[in-house]
């Protein structure tokens, strides 16, 4: 439980690190995107490694956390116009 609890705690600064330097360097949408992808990254390995951690990592789970972080990419990509 309280494991689940650390890991829920890393993902959520994970995001909100994302989301603030994405704010930070707002007037630079090269940068945004950079942020993006690597918040998008990290929110892939932390499934993956939460999931190999909790003996539950399957191969659906895998694809999940991929396309969750490829959407994103997309989304990003077509919202700030590149």
Do not use: C
Request: hydrophobic letters at 65%.
């Amino acid at each position: 439980m309280k494991q689940s609890v650390i890991h829920f705690l890393v993902l959520i600064a994970i995001l909100v690190a994302g989301v603030l330097t994405f704010i930070a360097v707002r007037p630079n949408t090269t940068i945004q995107l950079f942020v993006g992808i690597i918040t998008a990254v990290a929110y892939v390995l932390w499934g993956l490694t939460h999931h190999a951690i909790k003996k539950d990592l399957h191969q659906k789970v895998m694809v999940e956390y991929l396309l969750i972080g490829v959407i994103a990419i997309v989304l990003l990509v077509t919202m700030l116009g590149f």
